[in-house]
């Protein structure tokens, strides 16, 4: 069964269609610019060439009507029909306490998304809007709901409870959620597959280092902990969002420079991170591996701030098995790697091997044999997991 992986954002539409039996992709593509001049779209049939068109996208529906029509083209289509597309993943940003796991997506289920539209403004309603187009346009095909923040539901209360008035959970459920989940299961369990070991008998912290950032602690099959928050705002520095700041931060500013709470927040989540402390340089870690001062000194901040929470959550799990790094960073940069792991975890036992640690594009163990912690690389596959958990619901 073709499963069709979709992934909305404000403006911008990523699709793939895996074949769930085989699990090989299909195609994959994007729709940029939506609602907004220049709408592009980007096709990619698996082995085919790559075919980009600038056609209008008034929204969301019209990038999907797209995309179906480029999947099932006469002559650079990988399908004949609609019919043969089984079912749709969307990839929702946030669940709230509603869902711990994917669901087939009902009228009740869109409703649930839309209370949480209050806790992910930018992410939910685009969801929303993705899975009426779909319907709109798939009449009959099952749709899934693939939460961002499910995995993390596991975490007991004293870790996702904040140290604020009680009042405020109870009246709007501000706590800890945790973004990144289908990313930090499907990595926790590749772990436990490298390791030979059973996933309920381990201590795994999964490090998702992208753009945007975040720490998972998986103790014996359950998320434990995680840096995310309320919203992906909290905990690593990432590539344009501050993580972790004294709050207090936000009053002293808007006093000094006399701006908005929302001024401030547009700040924190877009010109801070290792962009803000690179003043201005890059988000992009591979511009901030040039050598300069700038550069080196966001890197520093990075890998300190990471290495901290790896020692929060293995306090957090009284030990650890394995330490997985994924996404873009996570993947690609030995550098990182190894700054994290030899300037501050070499009280856990770790050695890296460094040839391994400098392999590119595979599941590896980049430490040496008698290591007393493993660390693994393991790329992740968000839509492979989004379209799994799909197919188990609907076949
Ligand atoms: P997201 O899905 O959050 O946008 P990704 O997981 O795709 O992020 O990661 C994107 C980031 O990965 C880029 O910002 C880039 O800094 C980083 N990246 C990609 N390749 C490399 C590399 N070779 N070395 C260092 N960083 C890299």
């Known amino acids: 069964m073709n499963i069709l992986v979709i992934n909305c954002g404000s403006s911008s539409l990523k699709f ?17 610019r939506i609602g907004i001049d220049g ?26 009507r797209l995309v179906l029509e480029a999947l099932t083209d006469a002559d650079t289509g990988v399908v ?3 019919e043969e597309i089984g079912a749709v993943g969307h990839r929702i940003v946030h669940g709230g306490e509603s869902f711990a796991k994917a669901t087939v997506i009902t009228p009740d289920v869109k409703a649930a998304i839309a209370e949480c539209c209050d806790l992910a403004p930018l992410h939910n309603p685009a969801n929303l809007i993705g899975i009426e187009a779909c319907e709109a346009l798939m009449p ?17 209360e004293e870790a996702y409870l904040y140290a604020i008035p009680y009042r405020y959970y109870e009246k709007y459920k501000i706590r800890r959620y945790g973004f990144h989940g289908t990313s930090h299961d499907y990595v926790s369990h590749r772990a436990a597959d490298l ?23 998986v103790k014996n099959g359950k998320c434990v902990d995680t840096s995310m928050g309320l919203t992906p705002l909290e905990g690593l520095i990432m590539g344009t ?4 700041i004294d709050p207090a931060i936000i009053e002293f500013i808007a006093n000094k420079e006399d701006k908005s709470i929302g001024e401030i927040m547009t700040i924190l989540n877009k010109e801070s991170g290792v962009l803000g402390i690179s003043d201005g340089l890059s988000s992009d870690f591979r511009d901030l591996e040039d050598g300069s001062v700038a550069g080196n000194r966001a890197l520093k901040a990075f890998a300190l701030r990471t290495a901290k929470y790896i020692g929060s959550y293995v306090a957090a799990m009284n030990g650890v098995d394995a330490i997985c790094f994924t996404a873009g960073v996570g993947e690609n940069s030995p550098e990182i790697r190894e700054e994290i792991c030899n300037e501050y975890l070499g009280y856990l036992g770790i050695t890296l091997d460094d040839e391994a640690n400098h392999k590119r594009g595979e599941e590896i163990d980049v430490t040496t044999a008698d290591s007393k912690t493993k660390v693994l690389v393991i790329p992740t596959n968000e839509e492979l997991a989004i379209a799994r958990q799909t197919y188990a619901l609907v076949k």
């Open 16 to 32: 793939q269609l895996i074949d769930a039996e085989t699990e090989k992709l299909t195609a994959k593509g994007l729709c940029e």
């Open 140 to 156: 009959g095909v099952p749709m899934v709901a693939v939460f961002d923040t499910a995995f993390h539901q596991t975490m007991p």
């Open 80 to 82: 004949k029909s609609l």
């Open 241 to 244: 969002r501050s993580g972790d």
């Open 39 to 64: 709408s592009q779209i980007t096709f990619s049939p698996a082995g085919g060439e790559k075919i980009k068109k600038e056609v209008p996208m008034a929204d969301h529906k019209d990038a999907i």
């Open 195 to 217: 390791l030979g070991k059973p996933y309920e008998e381990l201590k795994i912290i999964v490090c998702h280092l992208g753009n945007g950032a975040s720490v998972s602690a």
